[in-house]
């Protein structure tokens, strides 16, 4: 598990109900357009003006209808976070019962799909529909720990009167969010609620701690799946001529012939059987295995082969930012991470290219961070080695590149570029 920075809601030695009515005068303050007697935390902060943005009532109620039960199920189904729930349970709902908390678990779009803990708080949630199968997305009941983590893509904790609507005031609320180690995809989030005056500093620290848990879990399965994988492709390698990878639905390398072994490929979203220009290696032919894909090179493929004309960076939906190539071969699309997008996002933005500090510092405001940079770049680069070049980090000069934007550059991902966006 690695360390993660986290802010509590609550200053340590700080009185919560000291605390509490200050947010309640600020909050106030901000919705009524006078001069705030202080400052909300940044995450909080940049939350109330989405809120704004968007028009949300403070006074509003639930995020909408309920699912129908059959529809929460379905959810369960397909959102990837089933096999991990005994691990957050077993981690978390013995404290949420302690500690007057309800457990909860959405889905990527902050629909609640489980709901467990305290019978008590569980009666008080219904109150303000915070029950199985609404929304819970900031877009729809405004600030509060679940949406935020979403949008944030960070673990949150909020107390009181940073919650945007007013009838969530009385609770506190520290949420996680799961992402699928086998290609970064936002898969839900994890949180801890309960009545605002329960509100403890370490809360967000322990969901965080059983959120990686649960996570690297998700890695293990993975790993044992390649594993298996694996099985498959060493005698289907030994009876292909030429050079050939095999690699598993997400693009995960499990064996190669006549190539230098890398861990991952970038596939196109919803590849098929056929002929496709990969970045990394040209030219291929693509064959479905179980669980996977044989992907052969044709005669004297490499990155440069097919070189595509046109490259574009799609951002206008947040949580599904895609990379298009169009070329000879056809139309490739690949969705992306959330840092990935960031990283395409400030190159196609600069294409006289960017140093390593200089994406650092686009990109954390920190121009030290050169190792995290490189890193990434050179994932980026084995997945897209016909289309990026390095020293500086940059686009290729013969590909033409366009970015699809939505009309409010504060709707981007990531927020850490909105200077970069708005210039």
């Given amino acids: 598990m690695g360390l993660r920075s ?37 995450v909080i902060g940049a939350s109330w003006q989405r809120m704004r943005q968007l028009g949300m009532d403070p006074d509003r109620g639930a995020g909408g209808p309920r699912l129908k039960i059959e529809e929460i199920e379905e959810r ?44 008590p708080v569980r009666r008080r949630a219904d109150a303000i529909g915070f029950s199985e199968g609404v929304d819970w997305h900031e877009n ?16 949150v904790q909020v107390y009181s009167a940073e919650h945007y609507v007013r009838a969530q005031h009385d609770w506190t609320c520290a949420a996680v969010p799961l992402c699928d180690p086998r290609d970064g995809q936002l898969l839900g989030a994890v949180d801890l609620s309960g009545p605002a005056s329960t509100v403890h500093p370490t809360t967000l620290a322990l ?3 059983v959120a990686q848990l649960a996570e690297a879990g998700l890695r293990s399965t993975h790993g044992t799946e390649l594993e298996r994988l694996r099985g498959i492709a060493v005698p289907v390698l030994a009876k292909v001529r030429g050079r050939a990878v095999v690699v598993d639905r997400h693009g995960w390398v499990a064996a190669t012939a006549g190539l230098a072994p890398v861990d991952r490929i970038a596939l196109p979203t919803g590849c098929s059987p056929g002929r496709a220009w990969l970045p990394a290696y040209g030219s291929c032919q693509i064959e479905p295995l179980p669980s ?15 070189q ?13 930012p895609t990379l298009t190539v169009s070329g000879d071969t056809g139309t490739w699309t690949h969705r992306l991470s959330p840092r990935h997008a ?49 020293r500086p980090y940059r686009f290729a000069d013969d590909v033409e590149v366009v970015i699809e934007r939505p009309a409010d550059p504060a709707e981007v991902l990531p927020h850490s570029l909105a200077p970069a966006i708005r210039g």
């Fill in 308 to 320: 595509p004309t046109r490259v574009v960076l799609d951002v206008r939906v947040p949580r599904e």
């Fill in 342 to 390: 960031e990283m395409l996002y400030v190159l196609a933005c600069r294409r006289d290219g960017r140093s390593a500090s200089e994406l650092s510092l686009d990109l954390f405001g920190d121009a030290a961070r050169t190792v995290t940079v490189r890193a990434e770049m050179s994932r980026l680069r084995r997945h897209f080695g016909g289309i990026l070049g390095g």
């Fill in 292 to 306: 996977g894909w044989l992907v052969r090179l044709a005669d004297g493929g490499d990155a440069a082969d097919a």
């Fill in 207 to 209: 969901v965080d701690a």
């Fill in 6 to 42: 986290l802010e509590a809601a609550l200053p340590a030695g700080v009185d919560p109900r000291q605390h509490a009515r200050a947010l309640a005068r600020i909050h106030d303050a901000a919705l009524s357009g006078r001069a705030l007697p202080g400052r909300p935390r940044p």
């Fill in 140 to 155: 729809a009941v405004g600030t509060n720990a679940i949406g935020t983590a979403l949008v944030a893509r960070q673990p």
């Fill in 76 to 119: 369960r189904r397909r959102c990837g976070l089933a096999e991990v729930l005994p691990t957050l349970r077993g981690g978390l709902l013995a404290m949420a019962e302690q500690a007057a908390h309800i457990m909860v678990v959405t889905d990527a779009d902050g629909r609640i799909l489980w709901r467990e803990g305290s019978a």
